[in-house]
C-alpha cells in the first residue's frame, strides 16, 4: 500500500473518530438540557381550565373476575402495575420513521423490580413471575431481574380523554437551547447516528450494536470526550 493510502485511509479513520465524537457530544447536551429543565426549569402551574391533549389509556379489571375470592388482592396489584399510554388520536397507533408504517404504541403492565416485589404481601407476590434478560450497554453486559404479573389476561384497556390540567413554568433562555438543540437532532434524524455512536441498542429501530470490539472503540470515544471537557 503507498504512503498517499495510507495517510487517506488514516484521514477517513481520524475524520470518522471526530464526527462520532461530535454526534456524542450532541447527545450528551441534549441529555444535559433536558435533566437541567426537569431539575431546575421551573415549576408547575395549574391551567385555568383543563386543555384537551389526545387519549389516554389505562389498563382496569375485566368485569367477570370482580367475583373472585381475591378480587382485592387482584385490585391492589394493578394499582402498583397500570400504566398510562397518551396518543393524539384514539388508535393509539405512531409512524415508525425508519419504515414509514403505523405500528402500535406500546402499552403493557408494569414490571416490578426485586425490591417492589419484596415490598408485596405475600398474597399478592404469588401473582407474579420471576423474569431476566441481558441487557447490553457500552459498558459491559449484566443481567437483569424483574418480576411480571402472571394474568394478563385479567387486564382490559381503558381509553379515555386526555387533559393538560397543569403546566411547567420554565427558563425562556434554556427552552430556546433545548428546541434548538432537538430541532438539530430531529431535522436531522440524527438520533440514530447518536446512539450507533454511543454503542446504545436501538430495539427494534436499528441494529443492536453488541460486537465486544465496537464497545470497546466506542468506549474509547466516550473516555477521550470526558477528558476533552
Known amino acids: 500500500m503507498s504512503i498517499n493510502n495510507v495517510n487517506s485511509h488514516r484521514n477517513k479513520k481520524i475524520n470518522k473518530q471526530l464526527k462520532e465524537k461530535g454526534l456524542i457530544a450532541l447527545g450528551e447536551k441534549s441529555n444535559r438540557l433536558h435533566n437541567a429543565k426537569w431539575a431546575h426549569g421551573g415549576h408547575y402551574v395549574e391551567a385555568e381550565e383543563p386543555l384537551?391533549?389526545?387519549?389516554?389509556?389505562?389498563?382496569?379489571?375485566?368485569?367477570?373476575?370482580?367475583?373472585?375470592?381475591?378480587?382485592?388482592?387482584?385490585?391492589?396489584?394493578l394499582s402498583k402495575i397500570n400504566t398510562v399510554a397518551v396518543c393524539k388520536t384514539k388508535d393509539f397507533k405512531r409512524k415508525n420513521w425508519k419504515t414509514g408504517e403505523m405500528e402500535d404504541i406500546p402499552h403493557e403492565p408494569k414490571d416490578l423490580t426485586e425490591k417492589q416485589w419484596l415490598e408485596l404481601p405475600l398474597s399478592e407476590r404469588r401473582f407474579f413471575a420471576v423474569k431476566t434478560k441481558m441487557k447490553v450497554t457500552p459498558y459491559g453486559s449484566f443481567l437483569v431481574t424483574s418480576y411480571v404479573f402472571s394474568y394478563p389476561w385479567m387486564l382490559v384497556p381503558k381509553v379515555k380523554p386526555h387533559y393538560l390540567t397543569h403546566f411547567l413554568m420554565l427558563d425562556a433562555d434554556l427552552e430556546s437551547e433545548i428546541a434548538r438543540t432537538?430541532?438539530?437532532?430531529?431535522?436531522?434524524?440524527?438520533?440514530?447516528?447518536?446512539?450507533?455512536?454511543?454503542?446504545?441498542?436501538?430495539?427494534?429501530?436499528?441494529?443492536?450494536?453488541?460486537?465486544?470490539?465496537?464497545?470497546?472503540?466506542?468506549?474509547?470515544?466516550?473516555?477521550?470526550?470526558?477528558?476533552?471537557?
Open 52 to 77: 384537551r391533549s389526545g387519549w389516554q389509556k389505562t389498563f382496569s379489571l375485566r368485569e367477570d373476575i370482580r367475583g373472585r375470592k381475591d378480587f382485592k388482592h387482584i385490585q391492589s396489584i
Open 182 to 229: 432537538d430541532n438539530k437532532i430531529n431535522v436531522e434524524n440524527l438520533r440514530p447516528k447518536i446512539n450507533k455512536a454511543k454503542g446504545v441498542p436501538t430495539s427494534g429501530y436499528g441494529r443492536d450494536s453488541d460486537s465486544p470490539k465496537k464497545h470497546r472503540a466506542q468506549n474509547k470515544l466516550l473516555k477521550e470526550l470526558n477528558e476533552e471537557e
